[in-house]
């Protein structure tokens, strides 16, 4: 097993402890993206988005997964979501910037 494999099974273990956690649920689909088992990551982050829209990691990691797969006016708008709810994550999180130029190319 590998050590991605290794985190997903902590993270499914907390999540069988707290499975109303946005925090638990964003972080299992986080070590999903970092496995690139993206679809997966997508899925996972949608829950965490169900159980608490205004947790603007969520939105942030969400973005990154719909970037990976090319749909950039998906992350784009993800991105953008976390901004309107938290004005304070420093541009470098959201990638944005580098998504609309690359929306453009």
């Known amino acids: 097993m590998g050590r991605f494999d290794e985190r997903i099974e ?3 273990r907390a999540l069988d402890l707290d499975p109303l956690s946005p ?3 964003a972080d299992l689909g ?3 993206y970092l496995a690139r088992r ?3 990551a997508i899925e996972q982050l949608l829950k965490a988005v169900d159980l608490e829209p ?7 990691l969400l ?3 719909y970037e990976q797969k090319g ?3 998906e992350a784009v708008a993800e991105f953008e979501k976390a901004r309107q709810i938290e004005s304070s994550i420093p541009r470098c999180w959201l990638r944005s910037d580098m998504v609309t130029v690359s929306q453009k190319s």
């Open 54 to 60: 205004n947790y603007w990691v969520s939105h942030v």
């Open 38 to 40: 993206y679809d997966e």
């Open 63 to 65: 973005g990154r997964c």
């Open 10 to 12: 902590e993270d499914k």
């Open 30 to 32: 986080w070590d999903l």
């Open 71 to 73: 749909k950039l006016q």
């Open 23 to 25: 925090a638990v649920n």
